[in-house]
T-cell receptor, first 118, second 113 residues
């Protein structure tokens, strides 16, 4: 069964340092997509980064990068140069359904709460 | 990415009443999705709404409790019916963008007393 696991309920990081948030997944699909979202206390879900299963390069978006290890089925989020505004919940998610299928749904991990210390 | 708005942003409701949540997108989209996030929990898909057809509900969610309308390609509503305190959650709508990514609205924070 498709599943997303985030084993870190909470993490601390010092401002300006890098932090890695763990995500492992389980699927038998050959084609899948992996996503990271940020949820501040306001409740909105902010898209951060995406990795397709066939992408050979690790995805990067500004200070965010995704450490994709396909054989290990892991998709860890790396945030460089942490800022106070990075304090939030972070969710890893996986697309369930065929690529280019407009009706695909996302399954989410349990989330990691990140607190950036000044 | 699409710009998505939701109304209301938050509400406090009495047990037994119903609340309709609106979701508006600034561009036409085929599919819209409704998720629920109970306190301290992750997101769970309620249903997928396609314009002009019945919504498709996930296991554990039924149309009588969560009726959905999708009158056009930029708008959808979710009604939470006969509410109980267990319905207190954040309700989020999302749409799939041109790329393989779903974008979310700001959410509706519902408290049922």
């Amino acid at each position: 069964a498709r599943k997303i696991t985030q084993t870190q309920p909470g993490m601390f990081v010092q401002e300006k340092e890098a932090v890695t948030l763990d995500c492992t997944y389980d699927t038998s699909d050959q084609s899948y997509g992996l996503f990271w979202y940020k949820q501040p206390s306001s409740g909105e879900m902010i898209f951060l980064i995406y990795q397709g299963s066939y992408d050979e390069q690790n995805a990067t978006e500004g200070r965010y990068s995704l450490n994709f290890q396909k054989a290990r089925k892991s998709a860890n989020l790396v945030i460089s140069a942490s800022q106070l505004g990075d304090s939030a919940m972070y969710f890893c998610a996986m697309r369930e359904g065929p690529w280019m299928d407009s009706s695909y749904k996302l399954i989410f991990g349990s989330g990691t709460r990140l607190l950036v210390r000044p | 990415s699409a710009v998505i708005s939701q109304k209301p942003s938050r509400d406090i409701c009495q047990r037994g009443t119903s609340l309709t949540i609106q979701c508006q997108v600034d561009s036409q989209v085929t599919m819209m999705f409704w998720y629920r996030q109970q306190p301290g929990q992750s997101l769970t898909l309620i249903a997928t709404a396609n314009q002009g057809s019945e919504a498709t509900y996930e296991s554990g969610f039924v149309i009588d409790k969560f009726p959905i309308s999708r009158p056009n390609l930029t708008f959808s509503t979710l009604t939470v019916s006969n509410m109980s305190p267990e319905d207190s959650s954040i309700y989020l709508c999302s749409v799939q963008g041109a790329t393989d990514t779903q974008y979310f609205g700001p959410g509706t924070r519902l408290t049922v007393l």
